[in-house]
């Protein structure tokens, strides 16, 4: 998903009229801004009008609040296919927060909608780092995992042993590494020598 660079100012006013100048996912009149919906090729069809706080938060993942989009509620059942988009986008997201999985279970999307909202979710997937397991579990950050095999720890002076418990791991740009606390250290562990708890 990415933001709009130079939108000409009849889009930007078809844009104010159909949303009767307020965010099309949250209703907010506060800092309007065109938002393009990737791949977008321009058109009013294809771009919606966002807030400042649904601009910024879809713009970065590190802030986006889960309960300010409780509000696609509302807006998920839209005319408008881009917003239709959007909020089926957010709410994949979100969707490990649970609610948001009960609202994608009911939105219903036109086969050439739900292959637009499709694709820009795999866009981001391709650049998203993928960590897994031992067995090829996908780990996520604060999950808890089992070290299954004795490994010394270098520079630490100890042997993190097999069985040890990994509580609220951190994942790093290496998809091969996480970092956790083990005997009361931060360390970098190997995913190969872990199993998702």
């Given at each position: 998903?990415?933001k709009?660079?130079?939108?000409?100012m009849?889009?930007?006013?078809?844009?104010?009229?159909?949303?009767?100048?307020?965010?099309?996912?949250?209703?907010?009149?506060?800092?309007?801004?065109?938002?393009?919906?990737?791949p977008?090729?321009?058109?009013?069809?294809?771009?919606?009008?966002l807030?400042?706080t649904?601009n910024?938060q879809i713009l970065?993942?590190s802030?986006?609040?889960?309960n300010?989009?409780?509000?696609?509620?509302?807006?998920?059942?839209?005319?408008?296919?881009?917003?239709?988009?959007?909020?089926?986008?957010?709410?994949?997201?979100i969707?490990?927060?649970?609610?948001?999985?009960?609202l994608?279970?009911?939105?219903?999307?036109?086969?050439?909608?739900k292959?637009?909202?499709?694709?820009?979710?795999?866009?981001?997937d391709?650049?998203?780092?993928?960590h897994?397991?031992?067995?090829g579990v996908?780990?996520?950050a604060?999950?808890?995992v089992?070290i299954?095999?004795d490994?010394?720890?270098?520079?630490a002076?100890?042997?993190?042993?097999?069985?040890?418990?990994?509580?609220?791991?951190?994942?790093?740009?290496?998809?091969?590494?996480?970092?956790?606390?083990?005997?009361?250290?931060?360390?970098?562990?190997l995913?190969?020598f872990?199993?998702?708890?």
């Amino acid at each position: 998903m990415r933001k709009t660079k130079g939108y000409n100012m009849s889009l930007e006013q078809d844009l104010i009229n159909r949303s009767n100048s307020s965010c099309e996912l949250c209703s907010s009149s506060i800092d309007l801004k065109v938002y393009e919906v990737a791949p977008s090729d321009g058109s009013v069809d294809q771009a919606i009008m966002l807030c400042g706080t649904c601009n910024e938060q879809i713009l970065d993942d590190s802030k986006i609040d889960a309960n300010h989009f409780r509000c696609l509620n509302d807006s998920m059942w839209s005319e408008v296919p881009a917003v239709q988009v959007m909020a089926y986008r957010v709410l994949n997201k979100i969707k490990a927060e649970g609610w948001p999985q009960e609202l994608l279970d009911m939105l219903y999307l036109e086969d050439a909608t739900k292959e637009w909202a499709d694709a820009g979710i795999e866009e981001e997937d391709e650049d998203k780092i993928i960590h897994k397991d031992s067995n090829g579990v996908i780990l996520a950050a604060g999950d808890t995992v089992t070290i299954i095999k004795d490994l010394e720890v270098k520079g630490a002076g100890f042997t993190a042993k097999r069985g040890t418990a990994v509580r609220n791991i951190t994942l790093t740009t290496n998809p091969e590494q996480i970092e956790g606390r083990v005997n009361g250290t931060k360390i970098v562990l190997l995913t190969c020598f872990l199993k998702k708890s």
